[in-house]
């Protein structure tokens, strides 16, 4: 069933707030009252949609993994280099529609469980992706996180220098891991 209307804005203004909040200083040093006072609602309505902070950021980072899965769902099985640019292009656009949760992720990627739950998210999408199409090996798993994890990386470093277009970027992830998925193919 789908949220109200209502719900969902009280909802967005709490993580938006928890957004400026995080990226000033960590979780623990968060509470309750200054997220509610910034906010501009009451403690009860903050305890209407959630247990606590942590049960907030919880969302949040679910949040991030539903937005890289339904573009991971878009991509076909066949993973053909046009599919992976398809893939970084869509990334971009969504990245450039939620400013806020990427600067989120980019400021707390320090933070293992974050970025363990978005590289799990990748990596068991594309691991899907190699048994559907039939091109797996024992060496999948290696690769596919090698992989993962220069994207993940390659991402952090794009958005602290920011030096290069993002359509070039995108075309430089899609060669290297269109090369990555030729090596995995071939073996």
């Given at each position: 069933?789908?949220?109200?209307?209502?719900?969902?804005?009280?909802?967005?203004?709490?993580?938006?707030?928890?957004?400026?909040?995080?990226?000033?200083?960590?979780?623990?040093?968060?509470?309750?009252?200054?997220?509610?006072?910034?906010?501009?609602?009451?403690?009860?309505?903050?305890?209407?949609?959630?247990?606590?902070?942590?049960?907030?950021?919880?969302?949040?980072?679910?949040?991030?993994?539903?937005?890289l899965?339904?573009?991971?769902q878009?991509?076909?099985?066949?993973?053909?280099?046009?599919?992976?640019?398809?893939?970084?292009?869509q990334?971009?656009?969504?990245?450039?529609?939620?400013?806020?949760?990427?600067?989120?992720?980019?400021?707390?990627?320090?933070?293992?469980?974050?970025?363990?739950?978005?590289?799990?998210?990748?990596?068991?999408?594309?691991?899907?992706?190699?048994?559907?199409?039939?091109?797996?090996?024992?060496?999948?798993?290696?690769?596919?996180?090698?992989?993962?994890?220069?994207?993940?990386?390659?991402?952090?470093?794009?958005?602290?220098?920011?030096?290069?277009?993002?359509?070039?970027?995108?075309?430089?992830?899609?060669k290297?891991?269109?090369?990555?998925?030729?090596?995995?193919?071939?073996?």
């Amino acid at each position: 069933m789908s949220e109200d209307r209502r719900v969902r804005k009280t909802k967005k203004l709490i993580k938006d707030t928890l957004i400026e909040l995080l990226n000033q200083k960590s979780i623990n040093k968060i509470s309750v009252t200054e997220l509610t006072e910034k906010a501009d609602i009451s403690r009860k309505t903050f305890y209407l949609h959630y247990s606590s902070i942590y049960d907030a950021k919880n969302e949040l980072d679910n949040d991030i993994i539903d937005i890289l899965n339904s573009i991971m769902q878009t991509v076909p099985d066949t993973m053909k280099e046009t599919d992976i640019m398809d893939f970084f292009t869509q990334l971009n656009l969504k990245a450039q529609d939620h400013k806020e949760l990427v600067a989120y992720f980019i400021q707390n990627s320090n933070q293992s469980e974050l970025y363990a739950k978005v590289k799990s998210a990748i990596k068991n999408a594309v691991m899907q992706r190699l048994e559907n199409s039939n091109k797996g090996n024992i060496n999948n798993e290696y690769i596919v996180e090698f992989v993962v994890s220069g994207i993940l990386n390659s991402y952090i470093e794009k958005n602290t220098k920011d030096d290069i277009s993002t359509e070039k970027f995108s075309v430089l992830l899609t060669k290297l891991c269109s090369g990555a998925l030729a090596f995995l193919i071939s073996n």
